[in-house]
């Protein structure tokens, strides 16, 4: 793929994540299962058709700018810490599993996997933050919702990267 043609793709999955991101802050998950901070991490599947479709270097670049832009939108500076550290850990984690999707793992269990990850990015985010290792007794609470949410992003990635198979995308 040309660079100016890559580079164009990159920009315009940074813009679908962040309306990803916009719509699922306007659905008040807190209200339903009152946990600080819980998001069904739709901008997820924007990662997933990345790590699917481009190089690493360009997923990289994705969430980074993801990230880094919905902190400036929406966020703060520890939100952009804790959003930066659980979305890199969440990428290369489903970066590892992807090869065995199909034979080993499924598309929801590989998105279980990296909200999980982004979970564990985010709490350690929040250790060197706080300074302090009380905050990892919040990671049992988040690891039960990475399923939840994880499996529904997961779905949602299936039927998306499906229908881009028929596209032949």
């Known amino acids: 793929m040309k660079t100016s043609k890559r580079v164009a793709l990159c920009g315009l999955l940074v813009a679908v994540a962040l309306v990803l991101s916009l719509v ?4 008040p998950l807190q209200a339903v299962v ?14 997933v058709f990345a790590l699917t479709r481009l190089r690493l270097w ?3 670049w994705i969430v980074v700018v993801r990230v880094t832009l919905a902190s400036v939108f929406m966020g703060s500076v520890t939100a952009f810490l804790f959003s930066l550290f ?30 999980a990850a982004h979970n564990i990015g985010q709490i350690v985010a929040a250790v060197i933050v706080l300074g302090t290792w009380d905050v990892a007794g919040y990671l049992p609470f988040l690891l039960v919702l ?13 039927v998306v990267l499906g229908h881009l198979d028929k596209l032949h995308l």
Do not use: H
């Open 86 to 115: 659980g979305g890199l850990l969440a990428m290369v984690l489903m970066r590892l599993l992807l090869p065995g999707l199909g034979r080993c793992f499924s598309m929801p269990g590989i998105s279980v996997a990296g909200a």
């Open 24 to 27: 699922e802050g306007m659905f």
């Open 58 to 60: 360009d997923t990289l």
């Open 34 to 47: 009152p946990v600080p901070g819980l998001k069904l991490g739709l901008a997820n599947v924007v990662t």
């Open 146 to 158: 990475a399923l939840p949410t994880g499996l529904v992003t997961g779905m949602v990635s299936a």
